[in-house]
């Protein structure tokens, strides 16, 4: 027996798969990390924190250029 209202709970859509929402980007992660971890064999553990670490790596360029700008704007601001 639910104790949510009949018109406050959610129905299936033809969009769910599994239970999951089948939203492009979260699924394409998914199955990225999925395949990683099927391929190399690695603990799940290792699989996160590696995907982790690369996606860092890759955003460093954006922030160094995030405070180079920064750093030029107080500059600016200052005279």
Avoid: Y
């Avoid at 299936?12 to 992660?29: A, D, H, K, N, Y």
């Amino acid at each position: 027996m639910s104790l949510i209202p009949p018109d406050r709970q959610s129905r299936p859509t033809s969009t769910t798969r599994r239970g999951e929402e089948s939203i492009l980007p979260v699924q394409t992660l998914i199955s990225v990390l999925d395949a990683c971890h099927n391929l190399s064999g690695f603990p799940w553990w290792v699989i996160i924190a590696t995907s982790t670490w690369a996606f860092r790596l890759s955003l460093l360029p954006v922030v160094i250029l995030q405070l180079l700008k920064l750093r030029k704007i107080g500059e600016l601001s200052l005279k």
